[in-house]
């Protein structure tokens, strides 16, 4: 750890509601017990910048602690979110820097996904070329983010969360890959939290070690983190509480005491480089076939099942991803040759209890990535609600939790898409196989079987309709109409009428605006799945009149035409 970014750290997020005498108290107490660095952010408090208020008063007195502050989360009414533009960073950086007197660290408190991650990172290169900050890092960030920061400016810094029971940061490969590019990691809630931290301490080795040593149990925990090579951030918030967890630097681990306290959490694996631990090539092998809901992996998992292999997957079975892995350790242990995991397993985190378990039976693993477009997961998932239900489900059937597993919501699919972290071999696989979607239906275009059209259509293209429909097309009208009343499809069929377009169906969604919670409002494809399932019409040989960017959307995800009809003003029948 370079000695800049030396503790002892004080985290001050639960300081925010001390005020006068017990917030003085915390503060002598820290500055008796050598504190370092203090850890804060503008959000830290009751109001924003309460916190670094009070700190650059204590700064003020003590000017040999240093600060280190975030940007890019912010308050939103009683919640908060990421913004990480540009010009919020600017705004916020410069205000904190006022409120502290100086920033000697300034770290992404989380990176926006709604913002390309370059220009957040220029925006904070531009504060350290200024002068406005001494340095720069990441906070929340996974391994590629800390590759691409590295491309654009120099990372001081990477905190995440890290405890004997949070291991996410540690499995991500975060951890390690800062640590081997020499970038400090500093650990927030290194005692898990105020929800979690009695569970820790009172477990049976930490206990053991402290009644042992004379010491407390938290200075056991804390020592044993930087042993690891991280940086702890403990943040307690009564004076007795702050001595003893900054002063855990003189508890001294002996080896007997770090092999305990590594073999009791998952975290210990880092005491061993990853490159150490992975087992040569072997004949036996597990295979992680991962991708979205509806990609296609069940079909793959199950023909490796029929070759021989063991298959494990969370929807048979209940329970959660990480609960294969007991389950996996036993087939391997059982002489399995090949056991076939297949589930979404969209991050490293989550990829790498598979692998570390493989590892530890000296199998190899492999990843098989099912790269299927994002519109045919969606169309595919559809069609598997469909065979379920026979029929496009309410919101509040896709809201329940426990219910079947093919009654997945959109959000499932967003989700999978915001979280995917693309699997590398440098997670520990020997090959990663990426296989493209094959479809099971002809893509026979020749003979387009329907229209799907919006109701508007009715009014601006009416001829070009009856035209359709003379050349044998079918002519099906969806669309959105929230809160209309029922009636309105028959309203809908006598303005059609009127114009002498004959419609075939119609099929409304008439949820709410707002994130979509169901499958019928476009650009989702429930309706003109359910058609063509109904009509028995294959989705390749539809096409659509394109007179929205959701309209447009909606034809990418389903692969097939979108057209524009000649529009000729309300010619009549």
Known sequence: MPARLDGPWLGTQRLGGLTGDPLDAVWEAAALAGVAWLDTAPIYGETDGAMERRIGEFLSAHPEVSVATKAGLVRDGRSFRPDGRARTLGGSARASRDRLGRIDLLQLHVPDPRVELDTTLRAMARLLERGVVGAVGLCNCTVSQVEQARAVLPVSSVQVEVSPIAATAVRSGVVEVARELGIPVLAWRPLGGADRVARILAHPTVAGIATRGGTSPARVVLAWLASLGVEPIPGPSRPATVRDALGFRPVTLDDEDRRSMDAAFPIGSLRVPRAQR???????????????????????????????????????????????????????????????????????AARNG????????????????????????????????????????????????????????????????????????????????????????????????????????LDTAPAALREARAGGRSLWCIGWTPGAAHGEEDRIRERARELDVVLDEVALCRHPAGPPRCWCRKP????????????GAPIANLQIVATSPADRTLAAKLGIEAVVVPSRGRDGP
């Open 524 to 535: 989702l494809p429930g309706l003109a799945v359910l058609l063509a399932s109904r009509h």
């Open 278 to 348: 992975r087992p040569p090539p072997s004949e036996r092998e597990v295979m992680i076939v991962m991708g979205s809901p509806g990609s296609g992996k069940s079909t793959y998992a199950e023909r490796l099942r029929a070759s021989g292999a063991v298959r494990l997957n969370r929807d048979a079975r209940g329970g959660t991803v990480d609960g294969l892995l007991a389950p996996l350790g036993r087939a391997l242990a059982d002489g399995a040759r090949t056991v076939v995991l297949d589930n979404t397993y969209a991050t490293r």
């Open 354 to 457: 598979v692998i570390e378990t493989a590892w530890a039976h000296r199998v190899s693993v492999r990843c098989v990535w099912m790269t299927t477009p994002d519109g045919t997961c969606e169309v595919n998932s559809v069609l598997r609600i469909l065979d379920l239900l026979g029929r496009l489900p309410e919101p509040d059937e896709l809201d329940r939790s426990g219910g079947p597993a093919a009654l997945l919501a959109p959000r499932v699919l967003h989700r999978y898409r915001e979280q995917l972290e693309p699997p590398r071999l440098d997670e520990g696989f020997v090959a990663v196989d990426a296989v493209p979607w094959a479809p099971h239906e002809p893509d026979d275009r020749r003979r387009p079987t329907a229209l799907l059209l919006d109701r508007s259509v």
